[in-house]
Nanobody, 123 residues
Framework: QVHLVESGGGLVQAGGSLRLSCAAS????????MGWFRQAPGKERESVAA????????YQSDSVKGRFTISRDNAKNTVYLQMNSLKPEDTAVYYC????????????????WGQGTQVTVSS
């Protein structure tokens, strides 16, 4: 079992920045591809960005490219999402996920999920 706990969400004005953290326990994240997802009220969950075990990009949403950056620190067993130039449309619950098989993670089929952290961007 791998337990993922997100933190760093909150309320920020448009144009501001936040850094989300995803801390893992019960396993070493070096064994997993990692991804960030988000879900706004009444909408489907969407993939934001994903990163391989070794730090290569797996996916980046066009809507956040150039503004958000996914990174990982395997020594700290933590993955991050740096969010800059935030827009009101970025408001959502953000989830961290871990996946062991590349073909499945590409499809959004991850093995472990966190419970999410709320990000609210005001205009």
């Amino acid at each position: 079992q791998v337990h993922l706990v997100e933190s760093g969400g909150g309320l920020v004005q448009a144009g501001g920045s936040l850094r989300l953290s995803c801390a893992a326990s019960g396993g070493t994240i070096s064994s997993y591809h990692m991804g960030w997802f988000r879900q706004a009220p009444g909408k489907e969950r969407e993939s934001v960005a994903a990163i391989t075990r070794t730090g290569s990009p797996l996916y980046q949403s066009d809507s956040v490219k150039g503004r958000f950056t996914i990174s990982r620190d395997n020594a700290k067993n933590t993955v991050y999402l740096q969010m800059n130039s935030l827009k009101p449309e970025d408001t959502a619950v953000y989830y961290c996920a871990a996946g062991s098989l590349g073909i499945k993670t590409i499809r959004g089929e991850y093995d472990y999920w966190g419970q999410g952290t709320q990000v609210t961007v005001s205009s």
